[in-house]
């Protein structure tokens, strides 16, 4: 069978957000003073989740599978965007200059490694198991590693980017309970048009605020750029790698056992 060859459309407007985002979360009780947030460390996260993808890879081609291949399209002349080709992708190829809408949703369901495709998109707003955006994954993966609570947890997400704040905020609000397992806290989303005075107020309130602007003073965590969530990103890039190769491959076993037995049906 030939190598499962995964499409990651990276498009300018969409991956500018994922270079700077932050994560800030404040001590939930008020007898811990700090003076310095604790930085949590991205990279080793990364690498943790990395060395967990790896063995997995090993042993899915030690079972006599191909290896997986990640193929990159870049959108648009951004240095951030072919930044994140150059430096943090393990396999690119196949680039080219086109329409980041229209490859976005050609690209099919179960190779859509970036969580772009509409169909990925409505699947993870219901709560279903889908491709997740790396970004926000990353960022969701770091929450639940270190141990910070989110039941019940006011929580300020300051963006609403189709792909890091939007999913981030599904992520956190959603219920624990569904299928794809949400972080049931009360999320806020904050954009351009939020009058500061509301937004010092949504920041007052906030047990955990999902940024690009440094608050290291008011937080009881941050993750720094670089180092943060940057590393997380690309590790969960590798992780739906892996995910979709073995989707495609079930959907492939699938598609000659439907063939053999409509041909002993024939005869």
């Known amino acids: 069978?030939?190598?499962v060859s995964l499409l990651s459309t990276l498009?300018?407007?969409?991956?500018?957000?994922?270079q700077s985002c932050r994560l800030h979360h404040r001590p939930f009780h008020l007898s811990a003073v700090r003076n310095e947030a604790v930085v949590i460390s991205g990279r080793k996260l990364a690498e943790q989740i990395k060395q967990e993808v790896r063995q997995e890879v090993e042993e899915w081609v030690a079972s006599g599978?191909?290896?997986?291949?990640?193929?990159?399209?870049?959108?648009?002349?951004?240095p951030a965007s072919h930044s994140y080709v150059l430096n943090k992708t393990r396999a690119a190829a196949d680039v080219e200059h086109i329409d980041?809408?229209?490859?976005?949703?050609?690209?099919?369901?179960?190779?859509?490694?970036?969580?772009?495709?509409?169909?990925?998109?409505g699947r993870m707003c219901l709560d279903q198991n889908s491709m997740l955006p790396a970004t926000p994954w990353g960022v969701w993966e770091i929450i639940k590693r270190t141990g910070i609570p989110?039941?019940?947890?006011?929580?300020?997400?300051?963006?609403?980017?189709?792909?890091?704040?939007?999913?981030?905020?599904?992520?956190?609000?959603?219920?624990?309970?569904?299928?794809?397992?949400?972080?049931?806290?009360?999320?806020?989303?904050?954009?351009?048009?939020?009058?500061?005075?509301?937004?010092?107020?949504?920041?007052?309130?906030?047990?955990?605020?999902?940024?690009?602007?440094?608050?290291?003073k008011k937080a009881g965590y941050i993750t720094p750029v670089p180092g943060g969530?940057?590393?997380?990103?690309?590790?969960?890039?590798?992780?739906?790698?892996?995910?979709?190769?073995?989707?495609?491959?079930?959907?492939?076993e699938r598609e000659v056992l439907k063939s053999k037995e409509l041909g002993v049906a024939s005869n």
């Open 229 to 252: 969530v940057g590393p997380m990103t690309v590790a969960m890039l590798m992780k739906n790698t892996i995910i979709a190769a073995k989707k495609v491959l079930r959907l492939e």
């Open 100 to 121: 980041e809408r229209k490859i976005c949703n050609a690209v099919s369901p179960d190779k859509d490694v970036d969580g772009f495709h509409v169909i990925n998109v």
């Open 65 to 78: 599978h191909k290896r997986p291949h990640l193929s990159v399209v870049l959108v648009g002349e951004n």
């Open 150 to 216: 989110t039941l019940g947890k006011n929580v300020l997400v300051a963006g609403r980017s189709k792909n890091v704040g939007m999913p981030i905020a599904v992520l956190l609000h959603t219920d624990g309970a569904h299928e794809r397992p949400g972080g049931d806290a009360t999320v806020t989303i904050s954009h351009r048009y939020t009058p500061k005075e509301q937004l010092k107020k949504h920041m007052a309130l906030a047990d955990i605020v999902v940024s690009a602007a440094g608050v290291r």
């Open 11 to 18: 498009a300018t407007r969409l991956l500018r957000p994922a």
């Open 1 to 3: 069978m030939a190598a």
